[in-house]
């Protein structure tokens, strides 16, 4: 076994740490990646999860709800190590104050893996090599970092932004036995086995375009689509009165095409005529709206793909978004959800945002490996 | 004039991308996320200036020369 998980929804640290890790040292893994309930003391844990792993590298962040094989659970620690059979090489660098410099702090960052793999970010081989990116999940820096990561590497990156439990008042990553806030890690993987991704988000394109022609991309903020107040155009795509429009943000959301593949961006508010984003709109972007599907059938159909398509996996990182788990737990669907991983170790988390060639939303982006 | 933003944006992917069509469908990704979509441009489409400027920026940020 070249990959094993771990978890424990034991509310006291220590003995959650404990259960943590005398579970993965048994592989004496070469990195251990885990996502904990922010409900834990975020330093504390930190240290105690980093000094349990001795030499592994270690990191992770908070979350709003965590996912393992076959669970999606609250209020839990879930963890996976990796062998050096899987993980050949790795190094983690933390960018700070990402609100204030985020692709100054990208390139510095970038500076480092170069000097530590010798070679260029820019000709790094994106078959073997693979980025896992954890930000805080309420910098609003997303865009921007993974915007600068994508114009200086080919190498894929992956991830999610950290939760906090719904509280939306601080979240944490995880590295190097610390805490951080207003920050993100980047861990740059020489991989050592087939490794593949997931992209899903259960949504039918309706035949609707709106496009954004005012914006205050600074705030996410969308002022005008097709040239008229944004909520209006909004309610009258979708047929229904403005004042009912927030009431469909999370059935109805809007895609940024690529082909048929959508890049989901949700509505999170209305602000006077205009309308709040949980991510970026780009002045003058054609946008569809989408209509919600089944979460769980979805899933399920995108993870049997890829499994035909790659091979049996051996792991799965899922990045999952809290608006997916918050319709899963509405749908009383969890438990479907959590089965659909109970064959293979995974862990998860409900983030407040996902990341994979940029920022999305009410999306699952998954880091598969043979 | 008309046709410049198609050519320039055709020449960012297939810098970027260098033949391999997995880079060209990533890089392709990654210009749509920043607004500018290949897609939206013809041969026919008008030499707008401030595009032109945008998609210049995109190249230098990109590291690639147009």
Request: proline letters at 3%.
């Amino acid at each position: 076994m070249n990959i094993k998980t771990s978890y424990s929804v034991n509310q006291n640290l220590d003995a959650a740490v404990k259960e943590i890790c005398s579970g993965l040292n048994e592989i004496k893994p070469k990195a251990v990646l885990y996502f904990a309930s922010s409900n834990f003391d975020p330093d504390k844990l930190s240290n105690k999860i980093q000094t349990a792993l001795g030499d592994a590298l270690v990191f992770g962040c908070t979350t709003s709800g965590e996912i393992t094989s076959g669970k999606m659970l609250d209020n839990s620690v879930v963890a996976m190590g990796f062998n050096s059979k899987v993980i050949q090489d790795i190094k983690i660098e933390v960018l700070e104050n990402i609100t204030n410099d985020s692709k100054g702090a990208v390139e510095k960052a970038f500076k480092s893996f170069e000097n530590h793999y010798g070679t260029l970010m820019s000709n790094l081989d994106a078959v073997k090599y693979v980025g896992i990116i954890l930000v805080d999940g309420l910098s609003g820096a997303e865009e921007r970092i993974m915007d600068r990561i994508g114009d200086l590497t080919n190498v894929p990156f992956i991830g999610g932004s950290a939760g906090d439990d719904l509280k939306f008042k601080q979240t944490h990553i995880f590295a190097n036995g610390k805490a951080y806030s207003n920050s993100a890690v980047l861990a740059l993987i020489k991989v050592g086995v087939p490794f593949d991704f997931i992209k899903t988000q259960s949504f039918k394109p309706l035949n609707k375009i709106l496009t954004a022609t005012k914006v205050n991309e600074a705030s996410r903020e969308v002022i005008e689509f097709n040239n008229r107040p944004a909520v209006q155009e909004y309610a009258s795509a979708l047929g229904i009165q403005t004042e009912k429009a927030s009431e469909h943000f999370m059935t109805n959301p809007v895609g940024l095409m690529v082909g048929d593949d959508p890049y989901v961006r949700s509505p999170q508010q209305v602000n006077g005529q205009s309308m709040i984003f949980y991510c970026n709109v780009h002045e003058g972007t054609d946008l569809t709206l989408l209509q919600s599907d089944n979460i769980v059938e979805g899933t399920k159909k995108d993870l049997k793909e890829k499994e035909q398509e790659f091979g049996k996996f051996s792991g799965i990182v899922n990045f999952n978004c809290i608006l997916r788990t918050l319709e899963l737990k509405q749908k009383q669907q969890t438990d479907s959800y959590g089965q659909l991983f109970s064959e293979i170790p995974t862990i998860g988390f409900s983030t407040y945002g996902e990341e994979f060639v940029g920022h999305i939303n009410q999306t699952a982006t998954m880091l598969v490996f043979k | 004039m008309a046709g410049v933003i198609k050519k320039m944006l055709d020449e960012i992917i297939a810098k970027r991308s260098n033949g391999n069509i997995t880079m060209m469908n990533l890089t392709k990704t990654k210009l749509i996320l920043k607004g500018l979509n290949p897609d939206k441009f013809s041969v026919t489409s008008e030499d707008d200036p401030a595009m032109i400027q945008k998609i210049r920026l995109a190249a230098q940020e990109m590291g690639v020369s147009i």
